[in-house]
C-alpha cells in the first residue's frame, strides 16, 4: 500500500489548507484513514482520524471546530481541511491508513508534507 500525500505549503494565520492522500496498491478492507502531525522537537500525535467507510470521525481537542477530515471511499482519498490555522499548527503532516483481517491490523504512512503558518 502507498499513501501519497499533497497540499502542504505556508499561509498565514487565520488561512485554509487542503491535504489530500491517495492510497493505492493491495487495498482491502480499510479500517481507519487519518492524519498526524509532528512538529519539531515534539511527539507525532494524531489530529484526525475517520472510521471505516466514514461512518464516525475523531479529532485532536486543538484542531475541533476547525478543522475537518473527509473521505473519498471510490478514490480511497482522505482530505483535510484546515481553516483558521494558527502558528501552532505547523507541522509536518502524516497521512495514515489502517486496514486488517479481524484478526490482524496493518498499518501504512505516506511520507509526510509540511504544514508552516507564518506571517
Known amino acids: 500500500v502507498q499513501l501519497q500525500a499533497s497540499g502542504g505549503g505556508l499561509v498565514q494565520p487565520g488561512g485554509s489548507l487542503r491535504l489530500s492522500c491517495a492510497a493505492s496498491g493491495n487495498i482491502f478492507s480499510i479500517e481507519a484513514m487519518g492524519w498526524y502531525r509532528q512538529a519539531p522537537g515534539k511527539q507525532r500525535e494524531l489530529v484526525a482520524t475517520i472510521i471505516g467507510s466514514g461512518v464516525s470521525t475523531e479529532y485532536t481537542d486543538s484542531v475541533k471546530g476547525r478543522f475537518t477530515i473527509s473521505r473519498d471511499n471510490a478514490k480511497n482519498t482522505v482530505y483535510l481541511q484546515m481553516s483558521s490555522l494558527k502558528f501552532e499548527d505547523t507541522a509536518a503532516y502524516y497521512c495514515?491508513?489502517?486496514?486488517?483481517?479481524?484478526?490482524?491490523?496493518?498499518?501504512?504512512w505516506g511520507q509526510g508534507t509540511q504544514v508552516t503558518v507564518s506571517s
Open positions: 495514515n491508513l489502517v486496514q486488517g483481517t479481524g484478526s490482524v491490523s496493518y498499518n501504512y
